[in-house]
């Protein structure tokens, strides 16, 4: 069983960075692409990040673009979501997501796994 946990949240203030981590468990990590999602409080979840399973492609939302950046270390069978220069509106919980094929992007229907996520609060 795919078990994907997320860590790293936490309360900051705004222009301060947070790095996420989503370790994957139970499966073969080169195997999956990964997407980062959010969701605010009252709102819909929204797409922020994804990285193909090669990690040679990677895909931001508009809004992070040039502040975030993901990753993915094979070895430690972990994804990353750095995020710099964090703003109010980035208050959300962030949640990884895994799926079976080689990079999916931003429907979030793909993906085949799900961590439980994570609070990331930025304070102005």
């Known amino acids: 069983q795919v078990q994907l946990v997320e860590s790293g949240g936490g309360l900051v203030q705004t222009g301060e960075s947070l790095r996420l981590s989503c370790v994957t468990s139970g499966g073969s990590f080169g195997k999956y692409a990964f997407g980062w999602f959010r969701q605010a409080l009252g709102k819909e979840r929204e797409f922020v990040a994804a990285?193909?399973?090669?990690?040679?492609?990677?895909e931001y939302t508009d809004s992070v673009l040039g502040r975030f950046t993901i990753s993915r270390h094979n070895a430690k069978n972990t994804t990353y979501l750095q995020m710099n220069n964090l703003k109010p509106d980035d208050t959300a919980i962030y949640s990884c997501?895994?799926?079976?094929?080689?990079?999916?992007?931003?429907?979030?229907?793909?993906?085949?796994?799900w961590g439980q996520g994570i609070q990331v609060t930025v304070s102005s």
């Open positions: 997501a895994a799926t079976t094929r080689s990079y999916v992007g931003k429907p979030s229907q793909e993906y085949d796994y």
């Open positions: 990285i193909s399973r090669s990690g040679v492609v990677t």
